[in-house]
């Protein structure tokens, strides 16, 4: 689920576009003129904002140079190439010339967000997949069951990955202790992810130092 803007005047499109982006999960807001457009894409709460070019007020392109951060498809009528590659010039993540297919827009929003905030959530690698959200770890598509702290330290060197991590600095980042104690806990740690997840490859031992997640 993603927090969508929609700016575009043609009330008609606007509908069709949120009723669609609602039906698989999305939440939108809908404005149709430029000024507004403006306002509501500063506020930086949307993950991602759909565009039109020719709007009243402010126009498309106006808007875009004052978006930063969050991701764009215009969808707009105006098509010629020089227009596509002003668009994409000025950062947009895609570009959609009217008349569109509504399924390919709902397509191409999947795509962008995939690529951008949205995919922060989960990480994936060999046959494992790692949920931020649920904090949840699947090998082969089955669950394997941390422990919390198994998860934190896992979610720490995924942060860091192919950086060396000592054990002080891991004892520091997952038990947020900082006196060079036992890092023992560490190794242990270590350890058991390595077996539960069958990662001993990719968690590798730096020497005298202490682990590298490497992908
Ligand atoms: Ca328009």
Request: one cysteine or more; proline letters at 3%.
């Amino acid at each position: 689920m993603a927090k969508i803007l929609i700016v575009e005047d043609e009330k008609a499109i606007n509908d069709l576009v949120k009723f669609n982006l609602e039906l698989v999960g999305h939440e939108c807001s809908q404005v149709f003129d430029g000024e507004s457009g403006l306002t509501e894409a500063l506020k930086l709460k949307y993950d991602l904002i759909i565009l039109d070019v020719m709007l009243p007020k402010y126009s498309g392109f106006e808007i875009m140079e004052y978006i930063e951060g969050t991701p764009v498809i215009f969808v707009t009528a105006k098509s010629t190439p020089q227009d596509k590659i002003k668009g994409l010039r000025l950062g947009a993540d895609d570009y959609i010339t009217k008349p569109f297919n509504i399924v390919e827009l709902v397509e191409r929003v999947k795509a962008v967000l995939r690529r951008t905030k949205a995919d922060t959530n989960h990480f994936e690698f060999d046959d494992i997949r790692i949920e931020f959200d649920n904090r949840r770890v699947y090998k082969n598509g089955e669950e394997v069951p941390l422990k919390p702290r198994e998860f934190d330290l896992l979610e720490v060197l995924i942060n860091n990955r192919n950086l060396a991590l000592s054990r002080e600095k891991l004892l520091h980042l997952v038990w947020e202790l900082d006196y060079e104690g036992d890092t023992r806990s560490v190794d242990v740690h270590i350890q058991r992810l390595r077996q539960k997840l069958g990662i001993s490859d990719r968690i590798q031992t730096v020497y005298k130092t202490g682990y590298r997640f490497e992908i």
